[in-house]
């Protein structure tokens, strides 16, 4: 299913001008992460790493986003009888002029929106980095 998922996100990102550099992404979280630190079972909080990275960094065609989290989303959109499905959000790829929009009217998911999810399924907003390039040069600029 993770393939499948993969598969749409590249294909919708391309479609709305992404360029992907890499056959999948590296996923990230966008800002703070509520759910993360509340709800999240032990083997998430165990694989996961807390990295601050400027969003600054990425151009227009490096990263997607989802909200929330890629499978959750994907899941949603396809099961749209659900209590929780908002097709403004769900089964969509952002790109990020239309996150930081989303942000800058709503604030992030979880605080002032999308608080309607039950803490099973992961309430943030997805990050897909399609390209590593901007990664490796913050990783050396850090050692420097």
Same mark, same amino acid.
């Given at each position: 299913?993770?393939?499948?998922? &993969?598969?749409?996100?590249?294909?919708?990102?391309?479609?709305?001008?992404?360029?992907?550099?890499?056959?999948?992404?590296?996923?990230?979280?966008?800002?703070?992460?509520?759910?993360?630190?509340? =709800?999240? /079972?032990? =083997?998430?909080? =165990?694989?996961?790493?807390?990295?601050?990275?400027?969003?600054?960094?990425?151009? &227009?065609? /490096?990263?997607?986003?989802?909200?929330?989290?890629?499978?959750?989303?994907?899941?949603?959109?396809?099961?749209? &009888?659900?209590?929780?499905?908002?097709?403004?959000?769900?089964?969509? #790829?952002?790109?990020?002029?239309?996150?930081?929009?989303? #942000?800058?009217?709503?604030?992030?998911?979880?605080?002032?929106?999308?608080?309607?999810?039950?803490?099973?399924?992961?309430?943030?907003? &997805?990050?897909?980095?399609?390209?590593? /390039?901007?990664?490796?040069?913050?990783?050396?600029?850090?050692?420097?």
């Amino acid at each position: 299913m993770r393939r499948q998922i &993969e598969q749409w996100l590249r294909q919708e990102f391309i479609a709305k001008g992404g360029a992907p550099q890499e056959s999948y992404p590296i996923y990230m979280i966008l800002g703070r992460s509520k759910w993360l630190l509340t =709800a999240a /079972d032990a =083997a998430t909080r =165990a694989t996961t790493a807390k990295i601050q990275i400027p969003l600054s960094l990425f151009q &227009e065609g /490096d990263v997607s986003f989802t909200y929330p989290d890629s499978m959750v989303s994907f899941l949603l959109a396809n099961q749209k &009888e659900s209590a929780y499905y908002l097709p403004d959000y769900h089964g969509r #790829i952002f790109t990020l002029s239309e996150i930081r929009s989303i #942000i800058y009217s709503n604030g992030l998911p979880g605080e002032k929106w999308g608080t309607n999810l039950p803490s099973f399924l992961a309430n943030y907003i &997805e990050a897909q980095v399609w390209n590593q /390039d901007p990664l490796r040069e913050y990783k050396r600029q850090l050692s420097v």
